[in-house]
């Protein structure tokens, strides 16, 4: 079964193009995990300055590997350092199909 890992956060208005290219650095570092599927950044039609990042995965215990590697940690660290909100870190896995 996949697993889903999202993270919502906040931006200010002028840091659009900063949030478009932490997304490709971060990205570029996430893909080569092992068993990341793939990612989307979703951005919400009613706030804008709101983006939410959706990752899929193979099982839960990958994405929770990568969460304790130093690159996880830098890759949150800029993050935060973008966002006017705390990150906001969501798991999810399917029930029923």
Known sequence: FMF???VTVTISTD?????YAF???AS???RRQPGY???HLWRDVSNPQCFTEVHEWEREEDSNTYRMT????EVIERLVALSVTEPKAMGYSVVRE
């Open 15 to 19: 840091r659009g193009a900063e949030m």
């Open 4 to 6: 889903i890992r999202t």
């Open 28 to 30: 570029a570092i996430v």
């Open 37 to 39: 599927i793939q990612g």
């Open 70 to 73: 130093e690159q996880f940690r």
């Open 23 to 25: 997304w490709e650095w």
